[in-house]
């Protein structure tokens, strides 16, 4: 008997990736499909996520163990990292220095427990304007171009020369769903356009921005690739505080800038529609010393935060989302 936490189904994928991201889920069992509902297998008794703790006999997980470090010597798994990111059949991994020395040991026992990975590479950092991975190749094919799958969505890029990031999977769902059909939809922060085209795929008519001329393309691309028309869509090559929107209003904006965001909320909140929402998403503090309610003028409300991932030990990435009330 172990336990379980119950969610809806709704809140499945959500629940998975917190628990994951925490270290919270027991890979050891299956998840249990009951009553419109997901039971999560638990490695200790609570967790703080919204649902039923539920203890129950759990169902073994049979099928081979796909933590690659498995292949790997004692000493080198024990600082070989446990996660990564995966963008199509590109795995992209950050190494601490002290396992630099053993990154060919590393690529290719990942390589070796996932069949769909062709592509290792190391992530040395965000840098620059435009939020561009510097991304090294360590095994396989010499390659940053893949198609990633998510969510029934297809994205095509190079993830050398845009920012893309597989962590935000179940933001786009949980925003995706909280839409309404013929919304007037800003992303002011758009790269190759997955926010975009998940509103777009629910009747949404989305402004899409990003200054970044490469983002531009694959994102064009992409609309065309998972059967976006082009009433629903405009896409610009430009920076958001430089873009004129006359007196153009949204109900919902994007800002997912999150290293630097602070400096576009003012703008922002000229552009929002009463009711409307803004989704503002920001590195900061676990320890809640950052207050968004300093920056917020008098007429919005944060009505919920959320935190994303993980960032480092003592930051996480937050998303807030912004209302803004009927004066």
């Given at each position: 008997?172990?336990?379980?936490?119950?969610?809806?189904?709704?809140?499945?994928?959500?629940?998975?990736?917190?628990?994951?991201?925490?270290?919270?889920?027991?890979?050891?069992?299956?998840?249990?499909?009951?009553?419109?509902?997901?039971?999560?297998?638990?490695?200790?008794?609570?967790?703080?996520?919204?649902?039923?703790?539920?203890?129950?006999?759990?169902?073994?997980?049979?099928?081979?163990?796909?933590?690659?470090?498995?292949?790997?010597?004692?000493?080198?798994?024990?600082?070989?990292?446990?996660?990564?990111?995966?963008?199509?059949?590109?795995?992209?991994?950050?190494?601490?220095?002290?396992?630099?020395?053993?990154?060919?040991?590393?690529?290719?026992?990942?390589?070796?427990?996932?069949?769909?990975?062709?592509?290792?590479?190391?992530?040395?950092?965000?840098?620059?304007?435009?939020?561009?991975?510097?991304?090294?190749?360590?095994?396989?094919?010499?390659?940053?171009?893949?198609?990633?799958?998510?969510?029934?969505?297809?994205?095509?890029?190079?993830?050398?020369?845009?920012?893309?990031?597989?962590?935000?999977?179940?933001?786009?769902?949980?925003?995706?769903?909280?839409?309404?059909?013929?919304?007037?939809?800003?992303?002011?922060?758009?790269?190759?356009?997955?926010?975009?085209?998940?509103?777009?795929?629910?009747?949404?008519?989305?402004?899409?921005?990003?200054?970044?001329?490469?983002?531009?393309?694959?994102?064009?691309?992409?609309?065309?690739?998972?059967?976006?028309?082009?009433?629903?869509?405009?896409?610009?090559?430009?920076?958001?505080?430089?873009?004129?929107?006359?007196?153009?209003?949204?109900?919902?904006?994007?800002?997912?800038?999150?290293?630097?965001?602070?400096?576009?909320?003012?703008?922002?909140?000229?552009?929002?529609?009463?009711?409307?929402?803004?989704?503002?998403?920001?590195?900061?503090?676990?320890?809640?010393?950052f207050q968004l309610s300093e920056h917020l003028v008098e007429e919005f409300e944060c009505i919920a935060k959320r935190e994303v991932h993980a960032y480092s030990p003592s930051s996480s990435l937050f998303v807030f989302d912004i209302r803004r009330n009927l004066?």
């Amino acid at each position: 008997m172990i336990s379980h936490l119950k969610v809806a189904n709704n809140k499945a994928e959500e629940a998975k990736a917190f628990l994951k991201d925490k270290g919270f889920l027991n890979e050891g069992y299956l998840p249990i499909k009951k009553d419109n509902s997901v039971l999560w297998p638990l490695n200790q008794d609570s967790v703080p996520f919204e649902g039923k703790i539920v203890i129950c006999k759990g169902t073994v997980q049979n099928k081979k163990s796909r933590d690659y470090r498995i292949n790997l010597d004692e000493k080198i798994r024990s600082i070989a990292p446990r996660s990564f990111d995966i963008f199509g059949d590109i795995a992209i991994l950050r190494l601490p220095s002290d396992s630099e020395v053993y990154e060919k040991q590393i690529a290719e026992a990942l390589l070796l427990s996932h069949k769909n990975i062709k592509t290792v590479c190391i992530d040395l950092g965000v840098h620059g304007e435009f939020r561009i991975r510097d991304l090294r190749v360590i095994s396989g094919d010499n390659n940053f171009i893949s198609v990633h799958k998510e969510n029934g969505m297809k994205f095509e890029a190079d993830i050398s020369k845009v920012y893309f990031s597989p962590r935000l999977a179940t933001e786009r769902e949980r925003l995706s769903s909280h839409v309404n059909n013929h919304e007037n939809v800003l992303d002011a922060f758009a790269g190759v356009a997955p926010f975009s085209i998940s509103m777009a795929m629910k009747g949404c008519k989305v402004t899409s921005l990003d200054s970044n001329p490469e983002a531009m393309n694959w994102a064009l691309k992409n609309f065309n690739r998972n059967g976006i028309d082009e009433k629903h869509y405009s896409f610009f090559s430009s920076k958001f505080e430089d873009y004129d929107f006359g007196e153009q209003k949204f109900d919902r904006i994007i800002l997912n800038n999150p290293t630097n965001c602070l400096p576009f909320l003012d703008k922002a909140m000229t552009l929002v529609a009463e009711m409307g929402m803004i989704h503002f998403y920001i590195i900061c503090p676990k320890d809640g010393t950052f207050q968004l309610s300093e920056h917020l003028v008098e007429e919005f409300e944060c009505i919920a935060k959320r935190e994303v991932h993980a960032y480092s030990p003592s930051s996480s990435l937050f998303v807030f989302d912004i209302r803004r009330n009927l004066i």
